[in-house]
């Protein structure tokens, strides 16, 4: 049996890295690609996404501090599961930082482009358009299967459901901005997952 509380400082330690990695690299972008509107995808989508999001964040911060408080919602998971999770947290943090390198100045909190944004397809941008969203799948599910808990997994679960419809608007500013190139662009890559073969 693994104590609780081994869960909990890898959970911390994953959620700590990748903050910093995430304020590191949106400071840079702030500075170089310069300001830009934090609210253009439609008032209903950026509230229900900031609800979702903080409801997990909740779940996860009052797990962190006594499980107990979230004992209401736990699930039965074997502790291989749990341990996996955190595997999977350690892991994505990699890819998170391998995606936000090659994103640069063009990162955004929304589904805007700056007037300077540029079509990146380098990295893992080669073979996904999205991987930050699917980095945030991944690492989700690392913190459901860590804190064994079935709240914060619908916490993700609806808040990713609402970034599939702001994803949708994201492209089609891609698309007014790059034209044939990002359509071209999408016709070789997957959304959130590689292709298995290029059209």
């Not at 253009?40 to 229900?48: E, F, N, V």
């Not at 808040?159 to 070789?188: H, P, Q």
Request: charged share 15%.
């Amino acid at each position: 049996m693994v104590n609780e509380n081994v869960y909990r400082w890898v959970l911390l330690a994953i959620i700590v890295s990748c903050f910093g990695i995430s304020i590191y690299f949106r400071r840079g972008a702030a500075r170089s690609g310069g300001p830009i509107s934090s609210r253009d995808s439609g008032l209903a989508i950026d509230t229900s996404l900031s609800l979702f999001g903080l409801g997990a964040m909740a779940g996860l911060v009052a797990y962190l501090i006594n499980p107990k408080w979230m004992a209401w919602s736990q699930l039965e998971l074997v502790p291989q599961l749990r341990l996996l999770g955190g595997l999977l947290g350690l892991i994505v943090l990699a890819l998170v930082f391998w995606a936000l390198r090659h994103l640069g100045a063009n990162l955004t909190r929304t589904a805007r482009t700056r007037s300077h944004h540029t079509l990146v397809t380098g990295g893992p941008y080669r073979w996904v358009r999205h991987p930050l969203y699917s980095s945030g799948v991944v690492l989700c599910t690392g913190h459901v299967l860590l804190t064994a808990n079935w709240f914060i997994l619908l916490m993700c679960g609806l808040a990713f459901a609402v970034l599939l419809v702001r994803t949708s608007r994201e492209e089609a500013n891609l698309i007014k901005k790059f034209g044939d190139e990002y359509r071209a662009y999408m016709s070789r890559t997957g959304r959130f997952l590689p292709r298995l073969r290029a059209s």
